[in-house]
């Protein structure tokens, strides 16, 4: 008997994202769980769960909650919030859960076994003790501020992702009381105990105790004269999601200021308790703090792992990955003596694929732009850069050598809108000109350019990337530089930096895919090409890397490619809608999630073209808010040999890998690829690492000298 074929419209062919994003956070986990690797860096994998599900419920949860209180369903066919919701709750239990058992079970006998211990206070030697007291008396002590709850006194309000302790206290009529005691988050988390503070013991053994801990056996000197009758912590998350207004704000900036100040007082949507806690203190905490019992989560060990990550600073090589040197890629290793950076990409253009190549091409790319007499202007893109960055300084250095400067600051960039606030202001101070982004559209496009005077004529040279100007986060991600001399991407950049801070409203564009102008067109018609090419025989095919899969349409389209034969492989970090391996649907398709020492971030898009390959690369990812409601950047590879390389060394070690790669099941969980027998070994972030360090001869840096007159 035959079976009908499912619609494309059915909604079982689509998982729910939020739903999937949790399956991210548990292969996050895995690599925490993961024996094989060195302590500190499952340490860091821990912390980094604990991250993420924070944001997790700032955005997603309290979005969800929004639409619950609303009355609203964002979406047809989808689960409705409410279902969401329960559905997210068995999940976000068993991750927290896991989280800390593989602390307390696995991780912290390790550690101690080589001499870095986790204790409590209780445990410490009474000579142990006196110098934790110590330390509260002499740091800790002074930063408390002890807030009453009575009936003269109104409940305190709680700053979201502060960790609290809730004390109750008897006075001398007998009478009990409820006091809050924040924990200094500006404070060492995790306080090393020795014979003076973070010092080592005697027996040359590190020991930690949480803040908290110190604080809750030193409350008498907060409450003197009064008993100590219980106390329990508590940690509290808000909704973090600022919506910036659609229509024309007067002052962007401003706005977006007031938008991170309410942020610390959204509503609550999750409050994290010690399992221990007895129920008239969480009476008292739902009530004032206006929960339910479904926001509760109920916790065996420390509130917030994020915290873990100070143990990273410990200076233990053998309990950390083997750090890696980044090279300088062959494009611009070979400087002759009146060469700079412009003439190498002027040569050839060239690639970088951090953190296996270093970043300081890119720095130098602008620190040279700054001081070449030559350089009439640089125009730029900022998403998120950090703190003390590089990029920025070169940019002011670029003004105050009068260069024309005009940088356009994302203010929406979730969690980094103050230091871009402060860059912004910066900038603007030193007479940058300084655009802030476009009203119901996110700047997420990654892109410089730099216009120079070459004789008679003008020259543009262009820096695109998948990844942010950050130097720091460019030695912890996989991205892709790409830095060209091409006339027509520089006429693009040129038509795109128009669009960006003028009123320009450009629709062509010759190289570059642009969103939400051109590019999910241009990606639809790179697919239904190789729908074609199979329809005609001629065996198409596609590799798509890319951090989420959410967008139905995108979605609805690989199915159709599927069903006609193409063979996709989908290589998605993080959240999949898409269920592969559906007979008649998506049998065609294999989707792969790589997690490893390495943040996955860069996006290429490979179509096999019957053989006239083509390879894209931008900061897109495949969901709607990329395609739509952001301006993005994406761009072709013309290089035979950078197509080869991102072809050959970067896909196929990526399709290999049967280490750190899960494989995603019909029904939206994961397996971890495992090495068949005989088969060889592949770990791709190791591979490519090794392939890097094979691949050039080291050398002292020489990008960042000064140019003069006599080198051009």
């Given at each position: 008997m035959s079976v009908e074929p499912l619609s494309l419209d059915d909604p079982s062919l689509y998982l729910n994202r939020e739903l999937s994003l949790l399956q991210f956070q548990r292969r996050v986990l895995e690599e925490a769980q993961d024996p094989r690797l060195p302590l500190l860096e499952r340490i860091k994998f821990l912390a980094i769960v604990s991250s993420n599900l924070n944001e997790f419920f700032m955005v997603r949860v309290a979005g969800l909650l929004d639409q619950v209180a609303a009355g609203v369903w964002e979406g047809s066919g989808e689960m409705p919030p409410s279902e969401q919701l329960k559905s997210i709750r068995p999940e976000v239990d068993e991750l927290m859960a896991q989280s800390r058992e593989c602390l307390q079970d696995e991780i912290e006998p390790g550690l101690a076994e080589r001499d870095i211990r986790v204790v409590s206070y209780g445990d410490l030697t009474p000579e142990q003790k006196a110098s934790a007291d110590a330390y509260f008396a002499e740091s800790v002590f002074p930063t408390l501020t002890p807030l009453a709850f009575d009936p003269g006194r109104p409940f305190p309000h709680i700053s979201n992702l502060s960790l609290n302790l809730a004390v109750v206290i008897r006075r001398h009529d007998g009478a009990e009381r409820f006091a809050r005691v924040k924990v200094p988050s500006n404070m060492p988390q995790l306080v090393r105990i020795g014979p003076k503070p973070y010092g080592r013991s005697a027996n040359g053994e590190l020991v930690f105790v949480w803040l908290e801990q110190i604080i809750a056996a030193n409350l008498r000197l907060l409450f003197p004269g009064l008993q100590i009758i219980e106390t329990h912590p508590f940690h509290v998350t808000r909704d973090a999601e600022m919506a910036i207004q659609k229509i024309e704000a007067d002052d962007l900036l401003e706005t977006v200021a007031e938008g991170v100040k309410r942020r610390r007082f959204g509503s609550v949507v999750r409050l994290c308790v010690s399992s221990d806690m007895p129920e008239h203190i969480l009476r008292v905490l739902k009530r004032n703090l206006e929960i339910t019992e479904q926001d509760?989560?109920?916790?065996?060990?420390?509130?917030?792992?994020?915290?873990?990550?100070?143990?990273?600073?410990?200076?233990?090589?053998?309990l950390k990955d083997t750090a890696i040197v980044p090279r300088i890629p062959p494009g611009l290793k070979a400087f002759g003596k009146d060469e700079n950076i412009f003439s190498a990409v002027d040569r050839q253009d060239i690639l970088l694929h951090h953190p296996y190549d270093s970043f300081e091409p890119v720095v130098d790319f602008l620190q040279q732009a700054a001081r070449d007499p030559d350089v009439l202007a640089i125009k730029m893109t900022l998403y998120r850069v950090g703190r003390d960055s590089p990029v920025v300084k070169a940019l002011l250095e670029a003004q105050e050598n009068h260069k024309q400067v005009a940088v356009l600051v994302e203010l929406k960039a979730r969690f980094d809108e103050e230091p871009n606030?402060?860059?912004?202001?910066?900038?603007?101070?030193?007479?940058?000109?300084?655009?802030?982004?476009?009203?119901?559209?996110?700047?997420?496009?990654?892109?410089?350019?730099?216009?120079?005077?070459?004789?008679?004529?003008?020259?543009?040279?262009?820096?695109?990337?998948?990844?942010?100007?950050?130097?720091?986060?460019?030695?912890?991600?996989?991205?892709?530089?790409?830095?060209?001399?091409?006339?027509?991407?520089?006429?693009?950049?040129?038509?795109l930096f128009n669009y960006l801070t003028g009123y320009a409203e450009e629709h062509h564009y010759q190289k570059l895919l642009v969103a939400?102008?051109?590019?999910?067109?241009?990606?639809?018609?790179?697919?239904?090409?190789?729908?074609?090419?199979?329809?005609?025989?001629?065996?198409?095919?596609?590799?798509?890397?890319?951090?989420?899969?959410?967008?139905?349409?995108?979605?609805?389209?690989?199915?159709?490619?599927?069903?006609?034969?193409?063979?996709?492989?989908l290589l998605v970090r993080g959240i999949c809608c898409l269920r592969p391996g559906i007979p008649g649907v998506s049998d065609n398709i294999r989707v792969i999630s790589v997690v490893g020492r390495f943040l996955e971030h860069s996006r290429i898009y490979y179509f096999h073209n019957a053989g006239d390959e083509e390879v894209y690369l931008g900061s897109a990812d495949l969901m709607p808010r990329n395609l739509n409601f952001r301006v993005e950047t994406v761009f072709p590879v013309r290089s035979q040999a950078?197509?080869?390389?991102?072809?050959?060394?970067?896909?196929?070690?990526?399709?290999?890998?049967?280490?750190?790669?899960?494989?995603?099941?019909?029904?939206?969980?994961?397996?971890?690829?495992?090495?068949?027998?005989?088969?060889?070994?592949?770990?791709?972030?190791?591979?490519?690492?090794?392939?890097?360090?094979?691949s050039e001869v080291r050398r002292p840096k020489l990008l960042s000298r000064p140019i003069s007159k006599g080198w051009l």
């Open positions: 509760v989560y109920r916790l065996n060990g420390p509130l917030a792992l994020n915290r873990l990550m100070e143990l990273i600073k410990i200076d233990r090589p053998d606030m402060e860059w912004a202001r910066q900038l603007e101070d030193e007479g940058v000109h300084v655009v802030y982004g476009l009203v119901g559209l996110k700047i997420h496009s990654k892109i410089a350019m730099v216009v120079r005077q070459e004789g008679s004529r003008i020259r543009r040279y262009v820096h695109l990337s998948t990844g942010n100007y950050n130097a720091v986060t460019a030695s912890l991600y996989t991205d892709i530089g790409f830095l060209t001399a091409d006339e027509e991407i520089g006429e693009d950049a040129t038509r939400p102008v051109s590019l999910r067109e241009r990606l639809e018609a790179l697919i239904e090409r190789e729908i074609e090419h199979q329809h005609q025989g001629r065996q198409g095919r596609l590799i798509l890397k890319t951090n989420g899969l959410v967008d139905r349409r995108m979605i609805k389209l690989l199915y159709r490619a599927s069903q006609a034969g193409v063979k996709c492989d950078i197509l080869r390389y991102l072809r050959d060394d970067v896909l196929e070690t990526y399709l290999a890998d049967n280490m750190r790669a899960r494989i995603m099941q019909s029904h939206g969980g994961y397996a971890r690829a495992i090495p068949l027998e005989g088969e060889k070994v592949v770990d791709s972030q190791a591979t490519l690492i090794e392939r890097a360090g094979k």
